[in-house]
């Protein structure tokens, strides 16, 4: 019997670099896939087509990265750090009343077994 993987956003308070975001990201990821879940991160692909100094796909941009997050299961909000785009991302979730947590979060309930159920 296969189990679906709930999608889980991936949200944090990128630095601007792109190399390190991108590797940030891909750990955030990876951690996320471990711990049972189908990690999404916008990050990681938006920009390769995406040129956000063009206003009209800066906001379509904008506008996939909410869509993705509204079809989600959960929020997990990774790094140290909140910036007004995980704020947003946050709230959003809460309107939306999808659950919100952290990476140590998710973690912690993979180690006590839940999320392998």
């Known amino acids: 019997m296969t189990v679906k993987r709930p999608i889980a ?3 944090a308070a990128w630095s601007g670099s792109r190399s390190t975001d991108r590797e940030n990201a891909a750990y955030y990821c990876r951690q996320v896939y471990e711990a049972g879940f189908s990690p999404i991160c916008p990050l990681l ?3 390769d087509f995406i040129h ?3 206003p009209q796909e800066h906001k379509d941009g904008l506008d996939m990265a ?3 997050l509204r079809r989600s299961r959960v929020l997990v909000v990774c790094g140290g750090q909140v910036d007004e785009t995980v704020k947003s991302d ?3 979730a809460q309107r939306l009343r999808i659950a919100a947590t952290t990476l140590e979060g998710i973690l912690t309930v993979k180690g006590q077994g839940i999320a392998d159920e």
């Open 45 to 47: 692909f938006l920009p």
């Open 9 to 11: 956003y991936i949200s």
């Open 52 to 54: 956000k100094e063009v």
């Open 66 to 68: 909410r869509e993705y």
């Open 90 to 92: 946050i709230a959003v």
